[in-house]
């Protein structure tokens, strides 16, 4: 079950809100028969309380993946979300010679700005002596995950991989009183030497290219729950660094700076940075502890524009005023069951919005540039608040193109009988109910008679007159550093930090996702 607080879990407590992506692995969560006939009719604690702890800092989730006690959750801020392309989930059974699913591998892959990246959270069989099981195991997850349609078909076919989780790898031939005696006074590197994942890159060729940084922290199994102490059950079991986080480049250049391992660069110009690497000994929910990193992607843009280009009034102070325009990329594939939906600001993942429109294409809309939609009274919100548009793509299930934050201040008056807020959200695997807790600030005392535009195409001259968080946007520098934060909880509560995206993939092109299905 998730702590009270993961505040410093996510490293909320000492980040400087340039954060641009979060990527969470659990292993073991609770996957009860019945706790996961209720996580199907509701959302799961854990995917929960980290939406409601992280969209009040402007992250959404991208997408996210279950299987029984996995769990793989990526958010990103909101404006990144038109530069999350192809976004696809993928599952691997382990267990019971494939047919249970308590072991395994889930991923999530993307194209982040036209570069590819994947995400596998894996939880590998346990025990000293299958060391070979593990490797066995981790190669069948590699050769059985095959995404479709795109460049990158297989997990190490993408640019970058990051791989966590709980890899269960274990400290061989040293005796548990030399193991302990270690840790205590702090000689870790005794123990590197012996550590089963670090000889098996000598000699497994699937570990070729996977880089890890050094284990500066006590090992984070097996502990009792509730306590900062190793095993004191009649099992005893041996201390180890079961839980891990490794990145790979797919064509890595020598390495560029730093120390080994820190820095490493792709013949593309693409560089990963690992800041820190560090366990959380303050968190005692389960017998591992959790394992963060943050990093930094640093490459060239390939994608910088939008497929659909909002643009929205600064502020909408009557019904008549909520209209908004948009203009489409040449290359769009647009359908007739897109939509525009009126989120408010801190929204959790695509179904989070407050009021829909359709973005119906006319045949007499086939030329032209613009196009405009009118949201009625009844999408409007009651009161007022900060709010964005974001026009979400049937045939690519993803949010392609955000306005910048305005407001909107409708005298209450006209909106009595708008309808209730929607949040309802639901994923190929779970159909969650979600709960929006509304936030909305004072409006803004500014009250001009020019009216600007607020909208999603990045134009130098919105950099410095817009919140904050916006000149992260891609569109403002032309190198990019997404700042990944990567959490490989294992057992109940590991967690790993990296920077990456966020919202659950709804199927194919074939499959329609309407707004308004409870």
């Known amino acids: 079950m998730p702590p009270d607080d993961i505040t410093s879990l996510l490293g909320l407590n000492v980040g400087d809100g340039n954060t641009d992506m979060y990527i969470i692995g659990l292993q073991e969560v609770n ?3 019945n706790k996961r006939l209720k996580d199907v009719l509701f959302t799961d604690q854990w995917s929960e309380v980290c939406m409601e702890r992280l969209s009040p800092f402007g992250y959404v989730l991208v997408t996210s993946q279950r299987m029984q006690g996995l769990l793989l959750l990526v958010f990103a801020k909101y404006f990144h979300l038109p530069f999350l392309r192809g976004v696809q989930t993928e599952t691997t059974r382990t267990g ?3 047919y249970w699913g308590n072991k ?3 991923s999530a892959r993307m194209s982040v700005f036209g570069h590819t990246i994947c995400f596998l959270n894996c939880h590998l069989p346990a025990h000293m002596e299958n060391s070979d099981q593990r490797m066995e195991d981790f190669e069948s997850i590699l050769q059985q995950q095959q995404f479709e349609g795109q460049a990158a078909t ?12 709980d890899l269960n790898f274990r400290i061989n031939d040293l005796e548990m009183q030399v193991v302990k005696s270690a840790i205590d006074n702090n000689k870790f590197p005794m123990l590197w030497e012996k550590d089963q994942l670090n000889m098996a890159k000598d000699s497994e060729t699937v570990l070729e290219g996977f880089q890890e940084g050094p284990l500066k922290f006590p090992p984070t199994y097996k502990f009792d729950i509730g306590t900062n102490t190793y095993d004191t059950s009649g099992k005893k079991r041996k201390p180890a660094w079961t839980d891990r986080i490794l990145w790979r480049l ?7 700076a730093g120390k080994r391992g820190s820095i490493s660069g792709l013949t593309s110009g693409t560089k990963v940075t690992q800041h820190c690497y560090r366990s959380q000994m303050e968190y005692t929910v389960s017998d591992h502890k959790p394992v963060s990193s943050i990093f930094t992607l640093q490459f060239p843009y390939k994608v910088d524009i939008p497929l659909v280009t909002l643009i929205v009034e600064d502020e909408w102070n009557s019904i008549a005023d909520a209209t908004a325009k948009f203009k489409l990329a040449p290359n769009f594939s647009r359908s007739s069951w897109d939509w525009i939906g009126l989120y408010r600001v801190g929204f959790k993942h695509h179904k989070d919005y407050v009021g829909y429109v359709w973005a119906k294409q006319e045949e007499a809309d086939f030329h032209r540039q613009e196009h405009q939609v009118t949201f009625t009274e009844e999408e409007l919100p009651k009161g007022s608040g900060d709010f964005i548009l974001g026009y979400y793509s049937n045939n690519m299930s993803t949010i392609v193109g955000v306005t910048e934050p305005f407001q909107i201040q409708l005298p209450t008056s006209d909106l009595d009988n708008s309808s ?8 190929e695997d779970d159909s969650t109910v979600v709960l929006m807790k509304t936030r ?3 409006p803004s005392p500014r009250k001009s008679k020019h009216r600007s535009h607020r909208s999603g195409s990045h134009s130098r001259s919105h950099s410095r007159s817009h919140s904050r968080c916006r000149s992260g946007s891609p569109v403002y520098r032309k190198m990019k550093e997404p700042n990944i934060t990567e959490d490989s909880p294992s057992s109940a509560t590991t967690t790993a930090e990296s920077e990456s995206k966020g919202c659950p993939a709804e199927g194919s092109s074939s499959q329609v996702s309407a707004p308004g299905e409870k």
């Open 31 to 33: 996957s009860m028969i």
């Open 96 to 98: 019971l010679g494939g």
């Open 104 to 106: 395994g591998g889930v």
């Open 154 to 165: 297989g997990v190490l076919d993408h640019d970058v991989v990051f791989w966590f989780g």
């Open 250 to 256: 797919r064509a890595t250049a020598p390495t560029v």
């Open 420 to 427: 209730s807020d929607s949040s309802d959200f639901s994923s």
């Open 440 to 442: 909305s600030r004072s």
